[in-house]
């Protein structure tokens, strides 16, 4: 059977474009490596029924954010509790980075206002003192997945100013983000638990390799992070060498994720933000005993080291940030660690320095056969509703290509 359309990918961008192409008449296969939709958003429900907890994508940033259309019920992410930082090994309110010079998120203000930044290292645009460089660098480590070295200026600058036009309120569907995915995927022919090893092509016919069998179409649409491309995982004949280049050049930034249970329950409800890069971002709720790790860049790997050595590891790590948590049991309840996940090689795909043409060139379809989408097809650093954004874009290729 030869079908209109494979798409390679059920995250956001490949079930929105799958859904606009069968909006459009066509027939589809979405063909999806894990044994769930959903991509790099994963939502971790507590067995009582507590609030969930993200352990992917965090936030609906804004309320002019697509991702408010697709259906889920949204609602505003609270911002009541305890902000802290942990700068120099001490646990300090998060007002100290204020005192202690321009705070981090001053810091990006002036970034997005500033008209003249160029592509070049971030690292370079830092100033201040030691302290508030520090607690800066981390900032954007664990905003963006990179360090500030990698990070383009101008990229992070025009993912600042992106996010702006859509609001800075942030929200969450009531069933939590997965929800997302599920709206998307409704009606939707996916295969789930098929990873696919290889694309091979000629104008207007595409064969795709899975677990040994082969998908036959008229189209392709790849919405896999480049990554995985680049890395072998998926072998994709005839790809010209500017998209090769491409896929090298848009390698994703460490994440790893994880709930832990905390034998007492949370005295409090707060967020800790280690600018000592241990441990990324620390949340916890008042009268819950789960806490939750969001980690990317170098602490990624101090989160999964402590993952992997043992309770005395885990439990030194997350007491640095949480007092109370101190001599409580600590149990590994979930863990999303991005970045040993072979389907997404990492957090998300930063604006790295020199490379702001990679989007671009990742994003051109190729002989009107191969199309491409996700949020590394996003020439401003873009979040979920990018890569959702990505896919309706992708999807309007395959159709007009496929009505001549």
Not at 184 to 191: Q, T, V
Not at 221 to 226: D, I, L, Q
Not at 251 to 275: K, N
């Amino acid at each position: 059977m030869l079908m209109d359309t494979v798409v390679i990918g059920a995250g956001v961008s490949g079930l929105a474009c799958a859904r606009r192409l069968v909006e459009n008449g066509l027939d589809v296969t979405v063909l999806e490596a894990r044994n769930r939709i959903g991509g790099r958003i994963e939502t971790f429900h507590p067995a009582d029924g507590g609030p969930s907890l993200e352990l992917g994508a965090q936030v609906v940033h804004g309320d002019h954010n697509p991702l408010h259309n697709v259906g889920a019920e949204m609602r505003p992410v609270p911002r009541a509790g305890q902000a802290r930082v942990i700068i120099g090994g001490r646990l300090c309110p998060m007002g100290i980075l204020a005192r202690a010079g321009k705070p981090p998120w001053a810091l990006e203000a002036m970034l997005a206002a500033d008209g003249d930044v160029g592509d070049a290292p971030l690292a370079g645009w830092l100033g201040g003192n030691p302290v508030a460089r520090l607690a800066a660098a981390e900032w954007f480590r664990q905003n963006w997945a990179a360090d500030p070295a990698e990070l383009s200026a101008a990229g992070v600058a025009a993912g600042l100013r992106a996010d702006a036009t859509i609001g800075d309120q942030e929200f969450l569907p009531a069933e939590g983000y997965a929800a997302v995915p599920a709206r998307l995927a409704a009606g939707l022919r996916i295969k789930a638990g098929c990873a696919v090893s290889e694309v091979s092509w000629s104008p207007g016919r595409v064969e795709v390799t899975c677990d040994g069998t082969s998908v036959s179409g008229r189209t392709v649409v790849v919405t896999v992070p480049p990554q995985v491309v680049a890395a072998g995982r998926l072998s994709m004949s005839a790809l010209p060498p500017r998209k090769r280049q491409a896929a090298g050049a848009l390698l994703p930034g460490d994440g790893c994720c994880a709930v832990l249970t905390i034998g007492t329950p949370a005295p409090e409800t707060a967020v800790v933000f280690d600018a000592d890069g241990a441990t990324g971002f620390v949340r916890c709720r008042e009268g819950r005993p789960e806490v939750l790790v969001v980690a990317k860049a170098a602490a990624a790997a101090s989160v999964r080291a402590a993952l992997t050595a043992g309770d005395g590891a885990l439990a030194g790590l997350i007491g640095r940030a949480l007092p109370w948590a101190r001599g409580a049991p600590v149990a590994i309840t979930q863990v999303s660690d991005w970045g040993s996940d072979p389907w997404s090689g990492g957090a998300f795909a930063f604006p790295r320095a020199g490379a702001l043409w990679a989007p671009a060139a990742w994003a051109e379809p190729v002989a009107d056969t191969v199309f491409f989408a996700g949020e590394a097809t996003c020439e401003r650093p873009a979040r979920v509703h990018g890569a959702m954004e990505s896919g309706i874009r992708a999807a309007e290729e395959v159709a007009e290509v496929l009505s001549r």
